[in-house]
Protein backbone atom coordinates (compact mmCIF):
# COMPACT_ATOMS: atom_id res chain seq x y z
CA UNK A 1 0.00 0.00 0.00
CA UNK A 2 2.93 2.21 0.85
CA UNK A 3 4.33 1.83 -2.51
CA UNK A 4 1.13 2.82 -4.07
CA UNK A 5 0.85 6.31 -2.46
CA UNK A 6 4.45 7.03 -3.14
CA UNK A 7 3.72 6.16 -6.91
CA UNK A 8 0.48 7.70 -6.87
CA UNK A 9 2.57 10.89 -5.38
CA UNK A 10 5.11 10.93 -7.81
CA UNK A 11 2.75 10.40 -10.53
CA UNK A 12 0.42 13.96 -9.40
CA UNK A 13 2.54 15.81 -7.73
CA UNK A 14 2.94 17.70 -11.03
CA UNK A 15 -0.74 18.14 -10.66
CA UNK A 16 -0.65 20.06 -7.60
CA UNK A 17 -0.47 23.59 -7.05
CA UNK A 18 2.46 24.62 -5.88
CA UNK A 19 2.49 26.59 -2.54
CA UNK A 20 4.75 29.33 -1.72
CA UNK A 21 7.94 28.06 -0.94
CA UNK A 22 10.80 29.90 1.49
CA UNK A 23 14.45 28.66 0.86
CA UNK A 24 15.16 30.45 4.24
CA UNK A 25 12.78 28.57 6.16
CA UNK A 26 13.99 25.60 4.63
CA UNK A 27 17.67 26.00 5.72
CA UNK A 28 15.69 25.80 9.44
CA UNK A 29 13.80 22.42 8.47
CA UNK A 30 17.26 21.09 7.42
CA UNK A 31 18.71 21.67 10.50
CA UNK A 32 16.90 18.21 11.25
CA UNK A 33 18.72 16.79 8.58
CA UNK A 34 22.33 17.74 9.58
CA UNK A 35 22.91 15.29 12.02
CA UNK A 36 23.36 13.03 8.88
CA UNK A 37 24.40 14.94 5.69
CA UNK A 38 26.04 17.93 4.93
CA UNK A 39 25.16 19.47 1.54
CA UNK A 40 28.10 21.75 1.32
CA UNK A 41 30.14 21.98 -2.23
CA UNK A 42 32.96 19.34 -1.34
CA UNK A 43 31.58 18.48 2.42
CA UNK A 44 31.88 15.16 3.71
CA UNK A 45 29.59 12.41 3.83
CA UNK A 46 28.28 11.34 7.26
CA UNK A 47 25.94 8.76 8.24
CA UNK A 48 24.10 9.75 5.09
CA UNK A 49 25.74 11.64 1.74
CA UNK A 50 26.77 14.81 1.38
CA UNK A 51 23.90 16.20 -0.37
CA UNK A 52 25.42 18.77 -2.59
CA UNK A 53 24.21 18.55 -6.37
CA UNK A 54 21.62 16.14 -5.26
CA UNK A 55 19.22 18.60 -7.17
CA UNK A 56 19.21 16.14 -10.88
CA UNK A 57 21.55 13.94 -9.63
CA UNK A 58 21.04 10.28 -10.29
CA UNK A 59 20.51 8.02 -6.81
CA UNK A 60 23.27 6.65 -4.99
CA UNK A 61 26.32 8.38 -6.96
CA UNK A 62 28.11 9.74 -4.13
CA UNK A 63 31.92 9.13 -4.29
CA UNK A 64 32.78 7.37 -1.12
CA UNK A 65 29.62 6.54 0.69
CA UNK A 66 28.16 3.22 1.03
CA UNK A 67 24.41 3.12 0.45
CA UNK A 68 21.96 0.37 1.38
CA UNK A 69 21.47 -2.66 -1.14
CA UNK A 70 17.47 -1.68 -1.53
CA UNK A 71 18.81 2.09 -2.11
CA UNK A 72 21.46 1.04 -4.59
CA UNK A 73 18.56 -1.00 -6.88
CA UNK A 74 16.54 1.37 -7.02
CA UNK A 75 19.41 3.78 -8.63
CA UNK A 76 20.15 0.57 -10.85
CA UNK A 77 16.02 0.82 -11.95
CA UNK A 78 16.44 4.27 -13.12
CA UNK A 79 15.53 6.76 -9.67
CA UNK A 80 16.67 10.20 -10.30
CA UNK A 81 16.19 13.16 -7.61
CA UNK A 82 14.23 15.59 -8.83
CA UNK A 83 11.72 17.36 -7.49
CA UNK A 84 8.79 14.85 -7.62
CA UNK A 85 11.29 12.32 -6.10
CA UNK A 86 12.54 14.10 -3.86
CA UNK A 87 9.74 15.63 -2.11
CA UNK A 88 8.04 11.69 -2.24
CA UNK A 89 10.98 10.07 -0.68
CA UNK A 90 11.16 13.61 2.30
CA UNK A 91 7.83 13.07 2.86
CA UNK A 92 7.79 9.18 3.57
CA UNK A 93 11.12 7.48 2.78
CA UNK A 94 10.63 3.81 3.40
CA UNK A 95 7.35 3.99 0.81
CA UNK A 96 10.04 5.18 -2.04
CA UNK A 97 12.39 3.26 -0.73
CA UNK A 98 11.54 -0.07 1.11
CA UNK A 99 14.16 -1.42 3.34
CA UNK A 100 16.17 1.58 3.17
CA UNK A 101 19.10 2.62 5.61
CA UNK A 102 17.58 5.99 6.07
CA UNK A 103 15.79 5.91 9.74
CA UNK A 104 14.31 9.10 8.80
CA UNK A 105 10.07 9.09 9.36
CA UNK A 106 9.63 11.98 6.94
CA UNK A 107 7.93 15.15 6.72
CA UNK A 108 4.21 15.75 7.33
CA UNK A 109 3.66 19.14 7.71
CA UNK A 110 3.30 20.63 3.95
CA UNK A 111 4.96 23.72 4.34
CA UNK A 112 7.94 22.83 5.86
CA UNK A 113 8.56 20.36 2.75
CA UNK A 114 7.98 23.18 0.36
CA UNK A 115 10.14 25.35 2.35
CA UNK A 116 12.81 22.48 2.65
CA UNK A 117 12.62 22.08 -1.25
CA UNK A 118 13.06 25.47 -1.83
CA UNK A 119 16.18 25.18 0.57
CA UNK A 120 18.04 22.01 -1.32
CA UNK A 121 17.23 23.35 -4.93
CA UNK A 122 19.22 26.25 -3.52
CA UNK A 123 21.73 24.77 -1.03
CA UNK A 124 22.99 21.77 -3.22
CA UNK A 125 23.24 23.82 -6.35
CA UNK A 126 25.12 26.50 -5.09
CA UNK A 127 28.67 26.89 -6.26
Request: glycine share 10%.
Amino acid sequence: MRALIAAATLLLAPLAPAAAQDADAGQRVFNQCRACHTINQGGRNGVGPNLHGVWGREAAKVEGFRYSTPMRERAAAGLKWDEATLRAYLADPKAVVPGGSMSFVGIRNEQQLNDLMAYLQRASTAQ
